[in-house]
């Protein structure tokens, strides 16, 4: 199975990858409600700010790896707007920001006590990925803080002027617009002075232009959780 998958392209493995973090985050919802959103949102930051170090081709472009499971993260939060309020929807904002802050300084203890000999290997392993995490860290925490919030603040505003109508729109023009702020911030801060200004410009907008596209597919997906959650509550 592993040779069958690791035959395939970029391509088709990363949209692989993003139906199946939707679809587990609807049967999270399903079984486990807020909590299995909140659930999504620590486990996603963790993993998305573990991924990112990677760097990877997608159709011709140099985009950093994370973008889904970070894309997902808004799906959450507009789900517990739209079902439990702008409340749980900051709650859960919140929630992520600590995860990610124990996890940032966590780490940094396990880098800094030192390992037997024989796994040295595991040490090396370890700093390629979290020795970088502090920079990467900061401008994930004040990305995620700025454009969730926003993206709470945006996808409330739009429900007022369409007067609760229209969850596709608010949906798509909230996220979008935050994962604009949340990729600029983000990418400036973490890697702006390590890439070449040319590798950086194409992480910038890949990594935008992947949301985008994780924000825009994951709309039928915020219609079935809301059917599902408007089916138990009629039942």
């Known amino acids: 199975m592993f040779a069958f998958f690791s035959s395939l392209p970029n391509e088709l493995l990363w949209f692989i990858f993003m139906m199946v973090d939707l679809s587990v985050a609807v049967v999270l919802f399903k079984f486990f409600k807020r909590d299995g959103l909140y659930m999504l949102i620590v486990g996603n930051i963790i993993l998305a700010n573990i991924q990112v170090v990677k760097l ?6 140099t985009a950093t790896l994370g973008n889904i499971l970070y894309g997902s993260i808004f799906f959450a939060t507009d789900i517990l707007s739209e079902i439990y309020g702008k409340k749980e929807a900051r709650r859960g904002v919140i929630l992520g920001f600590a995860s990610l802050l124990m996890m940032t300084l966590y780490m940094q203890f396990a880098l800094y006590i030192k390992p037997i000999e024989e796994a040295n290997a595991v ?3 370890l700093q390629t990925i979290f020795g970088i995490m502090p920079r990467i860290a900061l401008g994930s925490l004040t990305a995620y803080l700025i454009s969730q919030f926003h993206d709470v603040w945006a996808f409330h ?6 007067s609760g109508k229209h969850l596709w ?3 798509n023009l909230s996220t979008m617009v935050s994962q604009f702020i949340d990729s600029f911030v983000f990418v400036f801060i973490a890697f702006w002075g390590v890439f070449d200004f040319s590798i950086w410009w194409q992480v910038l907008w890949t990594t935008y232009i992947f949301k985008w596209i994780v924000a825009a597919i994951d709309t039928p997906f915020i219609y079935l959780a809301k059917w599902l959650w408007e089916k138990e509550v009629k039942a």
Request: overall charge positive.
């Open 56 to 61: 990877v081709e997608l159709f011709g472009f």
């Open 123 to 125: 040490q090396n392993a």
């Open 157 to 162: 505003f739009w429900k007022k002027i369409t």
């Open 169 to 171: 729109l608010r949906n």
